[in-house]
């Protein structure tokens, strides 16, 4: 299972760190200190995908194969 959620992390990873980089850049108040925020947003966003790519891969391999 941890194959499958590898290869979807690879797409949904990317896809959350750039919606909460850009958030950063939207919201007025962080696009001031975008520089200071961008990371810690990226770095949560990789997590946040991690975590939906491991549940959309028990979706898939219920039985923990793969």
Known sequence: ????????????????????????????????QAARYAPYAIALGFCIGAYASWVVARKIAPNGLG
């Open 1 to 32: 299972m941890w194959k499958i959620a590898l290869l979807i992390w690879i797409m949904v990873g990317t896809t959350v760190a750039g919606i909460a980089f850009l958030i950063v850049l939207a919201t007025p108040g962080l696009a001031t």
